[in-house]
């Protein structure tokens, strides 16, 4: 009895044993989990952006080269009444989905509003953007495959029904006729980290704000031109389009423009925009 | 010695009972870990948005009211050369840092350049964005305070760097005076979500994307009006100054501005913006 008494204490010391490798393992397992890198100290931390490697020497160069500075020479601006009248250009821009296939605006006016976009600030100046600018049938009947088959998935099983819903009163469906009918699309990626001329990467400070900003100042500028747009983002279509275009891995599909003259019965939704004051607050 | 075997035996017998219990444990534990709130099918995505919950109601409603869409009336544009006018208009713009605290623009001009940041594109008209005009001395100090204390923690710890020595050319710390020399400042916020009147959450697609381009957009109207900024993204400074203007849980900052009049002896880095062969690729 003593001996089988012994035993079954030993027993339970036994499963304390399976207890402790039990707890071990799930510190372990959880703290492994948790880095899945290994990486317990992320120092650097740079909201909504990729975290990418920067290889580290002995001797950090800046990006940019370190110059003296200049004396600010103020550029020219829509005076009087400026930002009146700037609200007045832009206010009459709608997004259109109806263009005129016969008219093409010429390849100049495109560049220009594409030098405009490429004036937006940027994180350190590194200017992390590409405009694709794509006038070729071929090229764009390709787009709009591609675009079409995933717009399809999109619509019928991974836009969740509340978001069908509400483009519903946007009369949009996956068939996207403005795809080879605009005269021009414009394509803009977002570039994620650059290289350097000796192949390092270079970090991209907020890099997709940057150029959705750069998106922004396009839009004034085709609005300028007297060009209308559509602004489309199309879901799960970027690496495809990637590829399409043969733009490099670190570039990233953000914005999907139409552009063109609208068609002759172009119509669009009867849509209001917020008063100022359901957007602006005052300090 | 047979009864010891048999002993011997069994404790291999517990090791590996151990063995599966720790087992068990892993993949119950990563699972857990993996799925904190097990939804493990997650169907509906939207590229680079938090996804929020929707209620799930019998019918689904648009969040916009379903009308007949309207002929499009083309706006107004720059022409003659239009994009041409345009891209000059905003070549001349820069980031400065150095304000006229004296100079204080009339307010109707923000506000007609936040009305033109207003007319931006969104994801199904969702208009995702608020703009917040701080005028006021203690209110700016506040946000001053907030952000040099994150901003010296950043250039110190948070950053990497290489980041750090990005910005060296850009002659940047973590003291930022123009925060409150500037005479207006403008903090842009990003609507993650919205609320209908019967207070059911509505989804605000792509939020970040639309609100930068009503960033866009409201650099350039400002560039009309003649007035200087400086776009910038304060690294977690969001919180605090979302508490401090006391903005709802639902918006998250996303730019903060500072505007006005250039100082005298305002100076610029000597910077280049890349050439459109650099930006811009044909097909």
């Given amino acids: 009895m003593e001996v089988e008494t012994l035993i079954g204490s030993s027993k339970i010391l036994k499963y304390w044993a399976s207890l402790l490798i039990g707890l071990v393992l799930f510190f372990s397992i959880k703290y492994f989990i948790k880095n899945p890198k290994r990486k317990p100290q992320k120092k650097y931390t740079l909201d909504n952006e990729e975290d990418i490697e920067v290889e580290e020497t002995d001797e950090l160069q800046p990006a940019l080269e370190e110059k003296p500075h200049l004396p600010f020479v103020a550029g020219i601006n829509l005076n009087p009444n400026g930002a009146e009248r700037f609200y007045r250009l832009v206010q009459g821009r709608r997004s259109i989905r109806s263009f005129r296939s016969q008219s093409i ?7 220009d509003c594409i030098r405009a976009a490429g004036t937006a600030p940027s994180g350190a100046h590194t200017e992390p953007w590409t405009f694709c600018v794509v006038e070729n049938s071929e090229v764009k009947q390709s787009i709009r495959e591609i675009v079409e088959q995933e717009e399809l998935m999109n619509y019928s099983q991974r836009m969740h029904p ?30 994620t980290y650059g290289l350097s001329p000796d192949g390092r990467r270079k970090r991209h400070y907020y890099n997709e704000i940057s150029t959705s900003i750069a998106g922004g100042i396009l839009l004034c500028a085709l609005q300028a031109a007297g060009l209308a747009s559509l602004v489309t983002t199309p879901l799960n279509c970027g690496p495809a389009l990637r590829t399409l275009l043969q733009r490099p891995v670190n570039e990233k599909l953000l914005i999907l423009l139409a552009v063109g003259y609208p068609a002759e019965d172009c119509k669009v939704p009867d849509l209001q925009r917020k008063e100022l004051s359901k957007i602006m607050v005052k300090y």
């Fill in 105 to 111: 605006p010429d390849l100049s006016i495109i560049e």
């Fill in 162 to 191: 509340q978001w069908v819903t509400d483009l519903r009163p946007l009369q949009t469906n996956h068939i996207k006729e403005y795809l080879t009918v605009a005269p021009y699309l414009i394509l803009i990626f977002k570039q």
